[in-house]
């Protein structure tokens, strides 16, 4: 339990962006499906003891057969997801036992060994962390006519990732605190923030991509054929 970490791996969304019949994270990356290769990378990663996976309810029998097929047996649960990805994360906390926590996209297969242990070493430091990068586009707020209201200074901001490492005890508070009070955010950090939780950024990669559009499984596939061809 001492600084034991685990990991919720959410994949019970409907992958409305992609479009496709089959759901995002079941579709093949390489001939195998994009979830058992984001499940690999935790699986095969020292730090972790014990994933739990969030999923539709009807497929989590065929996610059971993955798991044996390839030997995750890191996987402690599969747990029926629920309506907004927030409401599936809380219902993977609750069924974790570790004293540190990372909630990882089942739709991010390319995150990195090393950038999972920078994530956990700034948690241990700072309270908790999120994977991210420095935005490259100059961004513009803008209202619903398209009027341009401002220019952020760039410098400022950054494009969030996962994972995002917490001590569990404190964000199961946060998500009970964004529950009692009807706050539904985009990611786990929005949470913790508003429960006063310090979060500090670390810098990851943008390879990191979270396979949202059919232009996404381009560079998905890309990616996938080229591992080990000076692709970190
Ligand atoms: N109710 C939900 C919604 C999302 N997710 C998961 O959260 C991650 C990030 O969500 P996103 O990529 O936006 O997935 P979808 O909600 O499936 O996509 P869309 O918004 O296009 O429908 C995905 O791994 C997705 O499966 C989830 O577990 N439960
Ligand atoms: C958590 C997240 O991946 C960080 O970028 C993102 O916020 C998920 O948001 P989505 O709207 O469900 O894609």
Redesign the pocket.
Known sequence: MSNSVGVVI?????????GTVEN??YLLLQGKPIIVHTLEVFQQHELISEIVL?TGKEDIERCREWIQLYKLDKVKAIVP?????Q??VHKGLLKLTTQWVMVH???RPFVQPNEIEACYERAKQIGASVLAVPVKDTIKQVDNEGKVLSTPDRRSLWAIQTPQTFRLSELLDAYAAAERDGFLGTDDSSLAERAGIPVSVVEGSYRNI?I?TPDDLDFAEFTESNRGEGQS
């Open positions: 959410v994949a019970a969304g409907r992958g409305t962006r992609m995002k994270q969030v997801g629920g309506s907004e990805r409401h599936s996209d089942g739709v979270k949202t």
